[in-house]
T-cell receptor
Framework: DAGVIQSPRHEVTEMGQEVTLRCKPI?????LFWYRQTMMRGLELLIY????????DSGMPEDRFSAKMPNASFSTLKIQPSEPRDSAVYFC??????????FGSGTRLTVV | GQQVMQIPQYQHVQEGEDFTTYCNSS?????IQWYKQRPGGHPVFLIQ?????EVKKQKRLTFQFGEAKKNSSLHITATQTTDVGTYFC???????FGTGTSLTVIP
């Protein structure tokens, strides 16, 4: 298995632009998580899905953030419009029955 | 929300010295997980502890879950340069991560 695949690896965008981050979880995993990591706030849980259904999105900063999981093999995290304070590394992770998350390599987002 | 604090925040050790990081929760945990993140990398799952007082070992790493299931520790014996990174605890099925302990090993 290729593990959790995220794209793009790096994204530089201008303030106000829409950003879409993509994630392909490990086949067979039933949980998918989106985390954001910054020096100041550490690893923050944004949202998680169970069997493609969003369960808890209380960590999503505000309405500018949205996440979808249209099927078991794909998820997106969208930021519209983006702001400089959204600059961070965004990780997608998946797991089977919550036992140990497998993280993707992350997307480093820079909003200028 | 769930509060999980880790101490220390940073630790510098000479190669060969031991290292310990502690994870403390304000509430009782059903289980706890430990992860390692190398500089520039992503968190990698190390282990899960479930039972009160549980102790597990992986080579030079020893993981312990407190009797009250509110705290946990990771101990590394005789550190090596390959141990460099940040160690996180995670509150299992609450999905929160601790603040992490960044380990630097001086050759």
């Amino acid at each position: 298995d290729a593990g959790v695949i995220q794209s793009p690896r790096h994204e530089v965008t201008e303030m106000g632009q829409e950003v879409t981050l993509r994630c392909k979880p490990i086949s067979g995993h039933d949980y998918l998580f989106w985390y954001r990591q910054t020096m100041m706030r550490g690893l923050e849980l944004l949202i998680y899905f169970n069997n493609n259904v969003p369960i808890d999105d209380s960590g999503m900063p505000e309405d500018r953030f949205s996440a979808k999981m249209p099927n078991a093999s794909f998820s997106t995290l969208k930021i519209q419009p983006s702001e400089p304070r959204d600059s961070a590394v965004y990780f997608c992770a998946s797991s089977y029955r919550i036992y140990g998350y497998t993280f993707g390599s992350g997307t480093r987002l820079t909003v200028v | 929300g769930q509060q999980v604090m880790q101490i220390p925040q940073y630790q510098h050790v000479q190669e060969g010295e031991d290292f310990t990081t502690y994870c403390n929760s304000s509430t009782t945990l059903s289980n706890i997980q430990w992860y390692k993140q190398r500089p520039g990398g992503h968190p990698v799952f190390l282990i899960q502890l479930v039972k009160s007082g549980e102790v597990k070992k992986q080579k030079r790493l020893t993981f312990q879950f407190g009797e009250a299931k509110k705290n946990s520790s990771l101990h590394i014996t005789a550190t090596q340069t390959t141990d460099v990174g940040t160690y996180f605890c995670s509150t299992g099925n609450q999905f929160y991560f601790g603040t992490g302990t960044s380990l630097t090993v001086i050759p």
